[in-house]
């Protein structure tokens, strides 16, 4: 089966960082399209990174510079660092499956990161 | 501001018909057929209901299409269940650097 499980999420201060995790079961993080999706309270969904199987990594302008996707492959783990946080990255944080036309077919539950003093 | 414009709630009674409109532009939705359309029971993962437009993963009833006009895709559900009862987010490839763009979504109500 299917699976991710987004973990790393909790309170954390302006200016701070955190790091999420994302691990996956029943396919390989390294042969496939990643993606880290958040949710804002009250708000619709945001594409935030892209991380292609070649290991090429796409943002975001609302993060670039302060957001790193990566990936550990033995582990078959993704990542999200997130630093110098600002009180608007406050959100639900998923991570997806993404297929090369743009759709993703499996996600996590979300973890939440809540930016505030 | 989402990317995408989806009305912000439907509602039908059950056995109806809805259907939700996701309006982008000519460098989105009226560009490319990779529309999507998900599901979302909050507090769970979401769902893939379409995908490049008209596709049906495994698993999906055939109560749900997708369907495109123009710069607007559109998700139609027939023979509208309790279970239907949730949020539905489109979303538009527009390009390598910047991604997708999803919309803001729409809660459906089933009377």
């Known amino acids: 089966e299917m699976q991710l499980v987004e973990t790393g999420g909790g309170l954390i201060q302006p200016g701070g960082s955190l790091r999420l995790s994302c691990a996956a079961s029943g396919f390989s993080v390294s042969t496939n399209y990643m993606t880290w999706v958040r949710q804002a309270p009250g708000k619709g969904l945001q594409w935030v990174s892209f991380?292609?199987?070649?290991?090429?990594?796409y943002y975001a302008d609302s993060v670039k510079g302060r957001f790193t996707i990566s990936r550990d492959d033995s582990k078959n783990i993704l990542y999200l660092q997130m630093n110098n946080l600002r009180v608007e990255d406050t959100a639900l944080y998923f991570c997806?499956?993404?297929?090369?036309?743009?759709?993703?077919?499996?996600w996590g539950q979300g973890a939440l990161v809540t930016v505030s003093a | 501001q989402s990317a995408l414009t989806q009305p912000r709630s439907v509602s039908g009674s059950p056995g109806q018909s809805v259907t939700i409109s996701c309006t982008g532009t000519s460098s989105d939705v009226g560009r490319y057929n990779y529309v999507s359309w998900y599901q979302h029971h909050p507090g769970k993962a979401p769902r893939l209901m379409i995908y490049d437009l008209t596709e049906r993963p495994s698993g999906v009833p055939d109560r749900f299409s997708g369907s495109k006009s123009g710069n607007t895709a559109s998700l139609t559900i027939s023979g509208l269940q309790a279970e239907d009862e949730a949020d539905y987010y489109c979303c538009s490839y527009v390009s390598q650097y910047t991604g997708v763009a999803f919309g803001g979504g729409t809660k459906l109500t089933v009377l």
């Open positions: 991380l292609y199987s070649g290991g090429a990594t």
């Open positions: 997806a499956r993404e297929q090369p036309s743009a759709y993703f077919d499996y």
